[in-house]
């Protein structure tokens, strides 16, 4: 098959097609072939070694296409099958092998783009804003990247709860799908200080939940941007590693901070399903909508990542594989 398979950790270049092997279903895997895969900044950080993976490997770590064979034992999918699937490495292929139990049965009303779009961040969404802190009606939520494939998610999910949602983003255009989205009030940080914002749009206040997916740039400004006893949750690293801190500078407001990792919270077939059909069903309802910004053949994953990395994005990326 043909697959992105990287032997070197580095820049985008890095991202070459290459003919693989790929064998058949063992006991408890299918065999499926990709449709579409998702390009996220997961595959970024492990593009870069930041998050090291054994050399060589091939990316991508969601996606969605046709069931072709099942191995001993499978009993919740079939040949033929729709499915998505998120955590099973290899999906910047035409094939992959995944664990069975891992697979989404992909609804009819749903295309494999959508399939492709929704596992990851989808869920991502789901457990940032079910785990840490319950949003209550009129909570101010405050979500950096709001145009981003992350953040239009966030700010449409916290919006169906009832929260006051601010997002932060580099431009007009983008502010206008934040806003389009849902949020309330839209920062731009390339040119306003999304902290004084952030206090003038809350009468000094605060955000009661703060989610950030940029970290070095954004993280220490959460902290002051923070409502008394609020809470800041940080998943990614967009712009690199946040600055440590003092645990002792928590007190003053009481605020708590969290790490999250979405693999973190799919420990179990059941935890994994449970999330992915609360995102399936708010896709289904019409007020989670999925937004495709770019798609791309596999032989460009190069040009996906450098559009992902450059901040060139509003939406999902998404490599189109057959």
């Known amino acids: 098959m043909k697959a992105i398979q990287i032997s070197q950790y580095g820049g985008p270049e890095v991202l070459k097609i290459q003919a693989v092997q790929i064998g058949k279903p063992h006991a408890g895997e299918a065999l499926v072939r990709i449709k579409a895969a998702g390009v996220n900044f997961i595959d970024v950080?492990?593009?870069?070694g930041i998050y090291p993976v054994t050399l060589p490997f091939i990316p991508g770590l969601e996606g969605s296409g046709v069931v072709e064979a099942v191995g001993e034992g499978v009993?919740?999918?079939?040949?033929?099958?729709?499915?998505?699937y998120v955590h099973e490495p290899g999906s910047?292929?035409?094939?992959i092998l995944a664990k069975a139990e891992h697979l989404i049965n992909l609804p009819p009303e749903l295309s494999f783009e959508?399939?492709?779009?929704?596992p990851l961040q989808g869920m991502t969404a789901h457990y940032l804003l079910h785990e840490f802190r319950k949003v209550k009606a009129n909570d101010t939520v405050l979500i950096h990247a709001a145009a981003g494939g992350m953040g239009?998610?966030?700010v449409q999910w916290a919006k169906?709860?009832?929260?006051?949602?601010?997002?932060t983003t580099s431009?007009?255009?983008k502010a206008e799908i934040a806003k389009k989205a849902g949020a309330d009030e839209v920062i731009l940080y390339s040119k306003q200080d999304f902290v004084t914002e952030v206090k003038r749009l809350t009468n000094r206040r605060g955000a009661d939940l703060i989610i950030d997916g940029v970290g070095k740039t954004t993280f220490a400004g959460n902290l002051e941007a923070a409502a008394l006893r609020g809470h800041i949750v940080i998943f990614g690293a967009a712009s690199g590693?946040?600055?440590?801190?003092?645990?002792?500078?928590l007190m003053q407001k009481s605020l708590t901070i969290s790490g999250g990792s979405l693999f973190n919270y799919i420990l179990s077939t059941e935890e994994l399903m449970k999330r992915a059909r609360a995102v399936i069903e708010g896709v289904l309802h019409g007020w989670l909508k999925l937004r495709i910004d770019h798609m791309f053949p596999l032989e460009k994953a190069a040009e996906a990542h450098q559009k992902l990395e450059g901040r060139e994005t509003s939406g999902k990326v998404l490599l189109n594989i057959c």
């Open 241 to 249: 590693p946040a600055d440590p801190i003092a645990p002792n500078a």
């Open 92 to 95: 910047y292929a035409e094939h």
């Open 75 to 84: 009993t919740n999918i079939k040949v033929g099958d729709r499915v998505a």
């Open 152 to 154: 239009l998610l966030l």
């Open 45 to 48: 950080y492990q593009r870069r």
């Open 160 to 167: 169906h709860l009832g929260a006051r949602v601010l997002g």
């Open 114 to 118: 959508q399939g492709a779009a929704f």
């Open 171 to 173: 431009t007009e255009e």
